[in-house]
């Protein structure tokens, strides 16, 4: 039966493998994150939640343009289109 003594040394020894785990596990990340910042690969400003949707939503038009404008020098307008269509009728008829 488990008695007061070995509940505190279970819950003891597990808060400690916490924490010890926690402490190694930032330090790694912190070195990651420096050498990432420092090859250019991570910003290095805080952005908040609002700025962070406004960047996403910024690179989500850069890669729409972009691609609208591939689809537009294409020899069929809608090829794009009806291959992603034609995909999934496919993928429709298969049996199961």
Not at 24 to 50: M, T, V
Request: hydrophobic share 30%; no cysteine.
């Amino acid at each position: 039966m488990n008695t007061p003594k070995t509940m505190l040394l279970g819950w003891g020894s597990l808060i400690a493998a916490a924490g010890v785990s926690y402490y190694y596990a930032r330090k790694s990340i912190n070195q990651r994150r420096a050498a990432q910042e420092a090859l250019g690969q991570r910003p290095s400003e805080k952005l908040d939640w609002r700025s962070r949707i406004e960047q996403e939503e910024k690179e989500k038009v850069g890669l729409v343009s972009s691609a609208q404008h591939s689809s537009s020098s294409a020899t069929t307008p809608n090829s794009a289109t009806t291959t992603a269509v034609d995909a999934r009728n496919a993928d429709s008829q298969k049996p199961s």
